[in-house]
T-cell receptor, first 117, second 113 residues
Framework: GAVVSQHPSWVICKSGTSVKIECRSL??????MFWYRQFPKQSLMLMAT?????????EQGVEKDKFLINHASLTLSTLTVTSAHPEDSSFYIC?????????????FGPGTRLLVL | GESVGLHLPTLSVQEGDNSIINCAYS??????FIWYKQESGKGPQFIID?????DKRQGQRVTVLLNKTVKHLSLQIAATQPGDSAVYFC????????????FGTGTRLTIIP
């Protein structure tokens, strides 16, 4: 199989604090992982592409200094929401594609629900 | 800031009937398309995919049709079951291997017992 996990599954934090979300590929290696954000009743919007061993590539309109991405290994990418504010409350979802199976599509994690008070 | 919330298109189908979910994609250069199912509070789950050199592909109870002329994609689910109730998204990829996916707005499918 191809399983992607996220931790935590949900988090509540105070405004101004930072929150780190982990994305792990459990049974495969992924050179590239993706971070999406989904607001209620809306579609998934790609935030950034996380590249193992190099800087992430951010989509237009996404602040790289606010959403810090680190892809330190072939099975782990982290997204840190710095100085979170209520408008950052959302469902954050990561995905990964097996590096050794480029013909396969991306596999998605279960998501992390962030609520900033 | 946060975008204004949009009302998802909805489709209600009697259990056992067939359902068709439609999607208009945006980029004529897209050559790979995927349908995902998302249940409440969960991440998207892969259903079926199709490359642009095909116009139809079948899976178990599902069929995807691609009409490149009008940039239209559809997902047919046969003999619907209560577990099929979810939001369905189409996604397009400009170049398989490019990996970046653009998601459609989604359709909420409700199966009526």
């Amino acid at each position: 199989g191809a399983v992607v996990s996220q931790h935590p599954s949900w988090v509540i934090c105070k405004s101004g604090t930072s929150v780190k979300i982990e994305c792990r590929s459990l049974d495969f290696q992924a050179t590239t992982m993706f971070w999406y954000r989904q607001f209620p009743k809306q579609s998934l919007m790609l935030m950034a592409t996380s590249n193992e061993g190099s800087k992430a590539t951010y989509e237009q309109g996404v602040e790289k200094d606010k959403f810090l991405i680190n892809h330190a290994s072939l099975t782990l990418s982290t997204l840190t929401v710095t100085s979170a504010h209520p408008e950052d409350s959302s469902f954050y979802i990561c995905s990964a594609r097996p590096s050794d199976r480029p013909q396969e599509t991306q596999y998605f994690g279960p998501g992390t629900r962030l609520l900033v008070l | 800031g946060e975008s204004v919330g949009l009302h998802l298109p909805t489709l209600s189908v009697q259990e056992g009937d067939n359902s068709i979910i439609n999607c208009a994609y945006s980029n004529s250069a897209s050559d790979y398309f995927i349908w995902y199912k998302q249940e409440s509070g969960k991440g998207p789950q892969f259903i079926i995919d199709i490359r642009s050199n095909m116009d139809k592909r079948q899976g178990q109870r599902v069929t995807v049709l691609l009409n490149k002329t009008v940039k239209h994609l559809s997902l047919q689910i046969a003999a619907t079951q209560p577990g099929d109730s979810a939001v369905y998204f189409c996604a397009e990829n400009i170049s398989f291997g490019n990996e970046k996916l653009t998601f459609g707005t989604g359709t909420r499918l409700t199966i009526i017992p």
